[in-house]
């Protein structure tokens, strides 16, 4: 009947053991389109094994990169110098991160075709503030069936003051500046680790920078000869770490997450410790053994959320917590201050039994006990891995359709949860 692959997951006794977190989807795709800059031979570490690393892979090489896996965790990427700047609609489409060739071909070649990006589908995603950005350093944009086109005969250093601290604008802007004649400040910068990774990655292939992870970035722009390629272990997932709290935390259960990062999670970690889990970090997260140690007993406590750019919490966490609070004992208010509409998963949820009004930027959760297992469908990554969450959480059995979704963001999320003792399982198509 189903031509698509189902996680099937039932609630089951508390998770145990240890979770290894694989590097950030938000860090990798970023890293991967900085290797545009400079030709040569890389290695990335820490990669984690999703689908969006294969679509990022492919569209770097119709312009002229070439990744292959040298084993688990290991892609070494290829820049032989031979670089076509066109990012064309059938992979551009395919994730939204395809927007990050812009800033560092741009930098390059000072000529790109770009196709207007896709990626997961909520709310507007404009990219209006990219493009003022790289205008402010010299770059003119033309838009013309959907395809920009952008061109600098060479870019010059600026100084930029975000509206706001925009995730993707920030990292095409700094990329740009690399190359660019002179210095740019980017004022209003937004400061997630990820960015901090990206910019540690350009400092090991001979960028200059200042105010690495602050909200403001400082890049001295340097020649092409300057510019080498590099070796670099990507920064572990916040999100997938969060995604292993929120499973242990309806479960119940004692977790250790090597690799976690507490000080990229602070404020999340913070709120979770409100809601009753415990908390502590094993060494500072910078050493291979380091990580997080949650313990979860008894009902979770309701709590009040907003969204905010680093280092507030994480929009792409609010799905985990919003299913936290399914089961959490009182009432919980969660605001989202980026994305209008980002809360189509709660009607997948209200399926399962959850008591959830939402309304524009806010959505009311009241905890009810236990949810109930049904059929539900994945909208989009975050989404779908908070149902699996939820599944945990629900009596009988719950059936998480969208799973290409899950596989975007999530490097064998079932295996993952199998190992801890959860009852899941994927059920292959066909
Ligand atoms: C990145 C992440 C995404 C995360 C988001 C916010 C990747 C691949 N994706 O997305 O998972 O949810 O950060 O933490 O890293 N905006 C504009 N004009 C612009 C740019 C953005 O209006 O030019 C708006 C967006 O519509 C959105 C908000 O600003 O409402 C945040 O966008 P941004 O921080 O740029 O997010 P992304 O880089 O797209």
Redesign the pocket.
Known sequence: MHDEDRIIVRHGGPLRGEVVIPGA??AV?KLMAATLLADGEYVLRNVPAIADVGIMSDLLMSIGVTSTWEGPGRLRMVNAGQLRPVAPYELVERI??SINVLGPLLGRCGHVELSLPG?DDF????????LKGLEAMGATFELRHGVVEATAERLHGAEITLE??????TENILTAAVFAKGTTVIDNA?R?P?IADLCQFLVGMGAQFEGIGSSTLVIHGVERHELHSTDHAVVADRIQAATYLAATAVSGGEVVLRGARADHMEMLLRRFRDMGLTITSIGDGTNPGDGLAVWAQGRLHSIDVATL?YPGI???YKPLVVTMLTVADGVGIVTEN??PGRFRYVEELQRLGADIRADGHHAVVRGVPRLSGAPVRAPDIRAGAALVVAGLAAEGETSVAGVHHVDRGYDDLVGRLAALGADIERASAG
Do not use: C
């Not at 709310?123 to 990219?130: A, L, T, Y």
């Not at 706001?164 to 604008?169: H, I, M, Q, T």
């Open positions: 989807k938000n795709l939204r991160a990626g709310g507007s995603r404009p990219i209006d503030m990219h706001f601290p925009s995730v993707g604008a937004a997630e990820e750019p994480a929009t792409d980026l994305y």
